[in-house]
């Protein structure tokens, strides 16, 4: 069996301008406490660059992913939605939870 599979795109949006929107988006609606990380160009039913949305604390660094934020390759269009932002910020205390230190008794 041979499968060939033809995808183009106009590719409008560099992964580094891609990468520089998702964290001015992030850090300006979501937590100054997350940035973005490098982007994945995702093949499927549109072309996109899947940019991993990571959680940093100061008092340890980067402490996870809590979601990605998609994008697209030819307009540049940020897909995200109140269920994603939900989900991004409930991972987030998630992870600040099972991260935070033990406190003397």
Known sequence: MEVDIKVTADVNFTAIATRQKVNSFVLSEISYMMHAEEPTLVIGEHICWRVPVILSLSSQGDIGEVGVIDVDVETGQM??????????NNRAEALTAHSAPATAE
Do not use: D, G, R, W
Not at 79 to 88: F, M, N, R, S, Y
């Open 79 to 88: 897909h995200v939605t109140p269920q994603l932002l939900a989900k991004i």
